[in-house]
């Protein structure tokens, strides 16, 4: 249930209605939109009569149950406004939301040498990116395969941050790994093999920074609300979702399927914002850029790609990773297209990529 107060209504007067409420054992969300405050009811409000919530105060516009089992997630819970997660990077914040330029997030699968992380890092930045992705610790299919360099691809990301100011996503995948994950990423990715490992969740959203939750390889959209809504439940309002690709009968041309409606689905049930991996979910390079434009003119709020220096070489998911060239091409078209959509982006310029190729980097 959620209150929605008129404009102009005093602090004291939304304490006062806070405190009354908690007298029906539940507890009060404050939540400033842009115009008004909304006052979110948590706990079981089954038994509550709007009318009697009414009742508390003229100040009071609307009274309104939220019939989702998502809640906190809702776009209902924050009376129909987006929400905004704002990122301090070293070179500036970075906001995801609705109402701001399409974020893009690039870099390689997996952090595996010095020189390949801060090269790529120093590159996708000049073609315009805000944050650097890499893993350190890799969920593979076969326990045969490259696992992610841990820590020590940890350290090399913070060094990447240091040397580019980019802000850094990387996936925690145990627990254990947590605190060292939280004190390098600035986003922390949970991804889509344990988008329902519940305890995870709770834990990652706890260290209260941002997190990317991906779509579940089988999940349905209901599904992933809920799992954000457990990041939310321990008081983490950063989430972000993103679509990556879902598993379908046909894997023979693509990897999985890119759910585009999703970016509409979820504009009608969450306030959060939205991003799309399109190199996860085709698993093929030469799909990408097309996806890519698809998403945009979904009207996503922000780009997860693959990018890598020489993807024949790649420890993994060397098929999917566009090259650094290519990635440069696709954002001056990334900026076209989603100028004529009418999406700002920020500033993708030739001269500073061409310059950035020019001057070897320190560290190759
Ligand atoms: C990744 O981002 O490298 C990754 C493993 O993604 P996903 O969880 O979407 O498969
Ligand atoms: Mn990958």
Redesign the pocket.
Known sequence: MIIVMKPGTTEGEIDRISKEVRHWNVIPEKLQGTHKVVLGLIGDTTELDPGQVQNLSHYIEQVLRIKKPFKRASLEFRNGEYSEVVVPTPNGTVIFGKNHPLVIVAGP?SVENEAMIVETARRVKAAGAQFL?G?AY??RTSPYAFQGHGESALSLLALAREVTGLGIIT?VMDTTDLEKVASVADII?I???NMQNFSLLKKAGATGKPVLL?RGLSATIEEWLMAAEYILAVGNPNVIL?E?GIRSFDQKYTRNVLDISAIPVLRSLTHLPIMV?PS?ATGKSEFVPTMTKAAIAADTDSL?L?VHPNPSKALS?GPQSLTIEAFERLMLDINVFSKFLGRATQNYNKATIAKTKASPSVLV
């Open positions: 699968c992705r893993g890799k969920p996936e990715q991804g889509a093999r991906k993103c990556r991996d996860h997860m693959e998911d």
